[in-house]
């Protein structure tokens, strides 16, 4: 979190203002800057749009004199959102955030004809005229994960439930697989894919296909603890991917991560205050500032493992760490990067190949 | 008298809705004032209103045909999925091409799929005299289910990072945009156009009473020589017919993009319009924008009123609701009076 004091914050304000006096501000002198979000599901108490909330909410702490927010849920359909984005626009909101890569088609072509208003998209691909668009480093949380998998499976079996096969989802899996053999090269990786991002009744059925299996270590691109309560009732590990689940799954979550989101929102609104908002792509993983935050860890972790996880997570957050370093196979033990290199931030973003060890297959159509 | 019911019922549901504003602590008489005038603050909304209305009439129009003959097709709404089926195959396959044919040629193919979908229960109930509502209303999930096979499957767009959709619609395959600077396109027009049509053949043809002699009282049309087979197969297939339309214009007009959520529940919703428009076409007109200005009014709630946005479905059940009971008051006195006991109602007879 940045630690900036209002008092220092508005001085700093001030004095851009002062040496940027040609920049093209959308804010009038003192005026109160009105953001908008709209969150395609309900908000509810965990889960994916719950931590954009947690974002907006955060940004109201932050700036509590200076920001109003405006926020609209459960907006499902499509048409109705781009009429929305539109009418927050015009009704003087200049900071609008989309909760879902669901919204980014209709965003691009939106923001252009609105430029008295800013955008920005959570999940979307790349930044375009008037809108910027953020996403988390996936990689980077479950490559801590899965140390933690590696180290405590005793099958040495682990299981991945998979949303639907998109990049994200895809490297997040690899990474997974490749922290687990860091530490453990013993370990594979059986993937089942449900179609779906949340279906409860698909997600038990896949939790429970895996510890046939003999997975007993469980992780997945969950958003809700369903897959960790699953887990919990077959007697294996789960892991809180994307989301602290500890609440809900209170004797079987071993280890989690969050995706946090504060600092994109954060960033931009200061920006547009300051008038010096343009349409950035950012992309971040752990560390201050950053969109991956690791959170609880059962009381069962052994030390030993908690220590190898912080001094993993030190060395990518100081640059000396890659998940996507170099040697690295496909399934078939093809190389695909050669050693001494790393795949490019593009090259992950694009991912379409599973590392060796994984065992499964991508759903074609 | 009758006629005025529905003007009850919406004087009716704006009590209620005083009442709730007032009950969460807003100005129940501006609230209401904004909930209702604010969607139509500018070019922009107003356009919005009528590309949200066009569907609503154009399915409602649709399906009070059969309705009037007693012909309840609950089934629009997959109707309007088998419209986006088929109008959408048009679409990916010969959008590309820029052909100016291929606009006119999903119209007519979303008509076939909407007029396919409803002829099931059509045939279902002229041969077995199965329940015509119960057959429609189940198809609506199966036709729900293939859109979804096509979206998830064959249709995926394969830039869209494997999300559930396809890929954009060429320009070929879009509504032209009729009002500069708004969303409004030539749906509406297909829409109004449907209602003269089917106010003509409604009121001005032989058929149109047929098919309220029919509705009536069936042994009077039978007696007439008025077939009722013809009048479940009239009345299915015009309702078929005008959701499949519809469906088509969601994806060439808003969606731009097959989704497979790609009706809003339209289908369901022109069940309250076609009656609260007490199934004339000129009445569904008015209750179409009415109850597009409720959808619109329910994100105002949301925005600047802080309310849930499910008032929205609020609000269009008490309509129905209030409308129906009025009905029954006009047509029916009620009268208060002892309960006899069952015995003495034996002994009467």
């Known amino acids: 979190m940045n630690n900036i004091s209002r008092r220092g914050f508005m001085k700093g304000a001030a004095a851009t203002t002062l040496l940027a006096g040609t920049s093209l501000p959308v804010l009038a002198q003192g005026e109160k800057l009105r953001v908008g979000v709209i969150h395609m599901g309900a908000i509810s108490d965990t889960g994916w749009e719950y931590f954009q909330a947690q974002a907006w909410r955060a940004l109201q702490a932050e700036f509590p004199d200076q920001v109003e927010v405006t926020v609209l849920e459960n907006i499902a359909q499509i048409q109705d959102g781009e009429r929305l984005f539109r009418q927050l626009a015009t009704q003087g909101h200049r900071l609008l955030f989309g909760t879902t890569f669901s919204h980014y088609a209709s965003l691009r072509k939106l923001a252009p004809t609105l430029p008295n208003s800013h955008f920005e998209c959570c999940a979307g691909i790349e930044a375009g005229d008037n809108l910027g668009v953020f996403e988390a480093k996936h990689h980077e949380g479950t490559y801590l994960t899965g140390i933690a998998a590696g180290r405590t499976t005793k099958s040495n079996i682990l299981g991945w439930v998979g949303a639907f096969p998109v990049p994200q989802v895809i490297y997040s899996l690899n990474a997974f697989m490749l922290g687990a053999r860091s530490v453990n090269p013993d370990v594979v990786l059986k993937v089942v894919w449900v179609n779906a991002w949340v279906d409860p009744a698909k997600e038990r059925d896949a939790v429970a296909a895996l510890v046939a299996q003999g997975a007993d270590v469980i992780s997945g691109s969950p958003n809700t603890p369903v897959q960790g309560l699953a887990a919990e009732e077959h007697g294996v590990w789960a892991i809180g991917s994307t989301g602290d689940f500890s609440a809900y799954v209170q004797r079987g979550q071993l280890v989690s991560f969050e995706l946090d989101w504060s600092a994109a929102h954060i960033e931009a609104a200061r920006a547009v205050l300051d008038g010096t908002w343009t349409p950035t792509a950012r992309w971040r993983g752990l560390g201050p500032g950053g969109f991956v935050k690791m959170t609880t860890a059962s009381p069962e972790l052994p030390a030993s493992v908690a220590a190898e996880m912080a001094a993993a997570e030190a060395a990518i957050v100081a640059g000396t760490l890659n998940p996507f370093a170099g040697p690295l196979k496909n399934q078939a033990g093809v190389e695909q990067v050669a050693a001494g290199t790393t795949m490019t931030e593009d090259e992950i973003k694009g991912m379409t190949w599973l590392v060796e060890g994984v065992q499964g297959t991508l759903p074609t159509g | ?349």
Do not use: C
């Not at chain 2, 099931?120 to 999930?141: C, D, H, Q, V, W």
């Not at chain 2, 096979?149 to 060429?170: H, I, K, T």
């Not at chain 2, 030539?186 to 029919?214: N, Q």
């Open chain 2, 1 to 349: 008298m009758l006629w005025l019911s529905p003007l009850l019922a919406i004087a009716l549901t704006s009590v209620v809705a005083l009442v709730i504003f007032a009950a969460a602590g807003r100005d129940p008489f501006s609230s209401l004032v904004r909930f209702l005038f604010s969607p139509l603050g500018d070019l922009y909304s107003f356009g919005e209103l009528l590309i949200k209305a066009a569907p609503l009439i154009l399915i409602a129009v649709g399906l009070s045909v059969g309705f009037r003959a007693g012909v309840w097709n609950i089934g629009a709404e997959g109707q309007l999925v088998l419209g986006v089926i088929f109008g959408g195959w048009v679409a990916l396959n010969y959008g590309p091409s820029g052909a100016p044919w291929v606009l006119p040629a999903m119209l007519l193919a979303g008509a076939i799929g909407g007029a396919f979908w409803a002829a099931g229960p059509a045939f279902l109930k002229t041969r077995f005299n199965a329940n015509e509502i119960l057959t429609s209303l189940m198809l609506n999930y199966v036709a729900a289910l293939w859109l979804s096979y096509l979206v998830f499957g064959p249709w995926r767009d394969p830039m869209g990072f494997n999300f559930p959709q396809s890929e954009p619609l060429a320009p070929a395959a879009l509504f032209p945009i009729i009002i500069e600077g708004t969303r409004a396109n030539i749906g509406i027009i297909v829409a109004l156009l449907t209602v003269a049509l089917s106010w003509v053949v409604l009121s001005r043809r032989l058929v149109g009473f047929e098919l309220k002699v029919t509705g009536l009282s069936a042994p009077a049309a039978r007696y007439a020589g008025f077939s009722a087979r013809r009048a479940v197969w009239i009345g299915m297939l015009t309702g078929g017919v005008a959701a499949g339309i519809a469906g088509v214009g969601e994806i060439a007009g808003p969606l731009a993009q097959i989704f497979p959520t790609a009706s809003p529940g339209y289908g369901y919703a022109a069940i309250i319009v076609a009656f609260l428009g007490r199934l004339h076409p000129v009445g569904i007109v008015f209750s179409g924008l009415l109850m597009s200005l409720l959808y619109l009014s329910g994100d105002v709630a949301q925005m600047s009123l802080g309310l849930p946005s499910a008032i929205t479905g609020l609000f269009q059940g008490m309509l129905l609701f209030f409308m129906l009971a009025a009905d029954v008051l006009i047509r029916y006195r009620v009268r208060w009076r002892r309960a006899v006991p069952a015995l003495a109602l034996e002994a009467a007879r």
